[in-house]
T-cell receptor, first 116, second 114 residues
Framework: EAGVTQFPSHSVIEKGQTVTLRCDPISGHDNLYWYRRVMGKEIKFLLHFVKESKQDESGMPNNRFLAERTGGTYSTLKVQPAELEDSGVYFC??????????????FGPGTRLTVL | AQSVTQLDSHVSVSEGTPVLLRCNYSSSYSPSLFWYVQHPNKGLQLLLKYTSAATLVKGINGFEAEFKKSETSFHLTKPSAHMSDAAEYFCVVSRNSGYSTLTFGKGTMLLVSP
């Protein structure tokens, strides 16, 4: 079974440009999460989808970030316009309902975003 | 509210010696606790989880952790380190119900020397 995949693995852009990150969850996983790790800091929650609906987006830093999950399959996270402080590693995770309430999330390898 | 403190940013051990990675948590409700590991250029992999059952939890690759409510700790141990254990380890807390989000510690880098 394929794990969570993320594309691209690395992205280097200039301040003011737009970048779109993609996450493909494990097939059949309704829950999809985005997290971010800024250098030197802990991994922090951004938002949570259940199927195509945003369940919790309390961690989104500002309105330059837009996440979508059309059709409840893959998800995209767009940053527009990118700022220097957006640099970091963006992780995606997915989980399946029916895990007895235990929130076991499966993570992708992350996308390393560098804004110059 | 919940939070996690990993007491060491780096831990260095020699191959074959015991490993201890320390974690303290704070949670206003019944927690689930996890340890994840990240090897270079890889995704986060679940090592083990505590979900209000047995307080001593065994995970993959010989790791185990003990939930101590009185000390609000969930330290990760392994009797004998292997070179392949060199990685970054994350202690994580979550609410023990539903699909709540994960709160991470800052990570501990484990260095293993021959």
């Amino acid at each position: 079974e394929a794990g969570v995949t993320q594309f691209p693995s690395h992205s280097v852009i200039e301040k003011g440009q737009t970048v779109t990150l993609r996450c493909d969850p494990i097939s059949g996983h309704d829950n999809l999460y985005w997290y971010r790790r800024v250098m030197g800091k802990e991994i922090k929650f951004l938002l949570h989808f259940v199927k195509e609906s945003k369940q919790d987006e309390s961690g989104m830093p500002n309105n330059r970030f837009l996440a979508e999950r059309t059709g409840g399959t893959y998800s995209t996270l767009k940053v527009q316009p990118a700022e220097l402080e957006d640099s970091g590693v963006y992780f995606c995770a997915s989980s399946h309902p029916g895990t007895g309430g235990v929130n076991e999330q499966f993570f992708g390898p992350g996308t390393r975003l560098t804004v110059l | 509210a919940q939070s996690v403190t990993q007491l060491d940013s780096h831990v260095s051990v020699s191959e074959g010696t015991p490993v201890l990675l320390r974690c303290n948590y704070s949670s206003s409700y019944s927690p689930s606790l996890f340890w994840y590991v990240q090897h270079p250029n890889k995704g986060l992999q679940l090592l083990l989880k505590y979900t209000s059952a047995a307080t001593l939890v065994k995970g993959i690759n010989g790791f185990e952790a003990e939930f101590k409510k009185s000390e609000t700790s969930f330290h990760l141990t392994k009797p004998s380190a292997h070179m392949s254990d060199a990685a970054e380890y994350f202690c994580v807390v979550s609410r023990n119900s539903g699909y709540s989000t994960l709160t991470f510690g800052k990570g501990t880098m484990l260095l293993v020397s021959p």
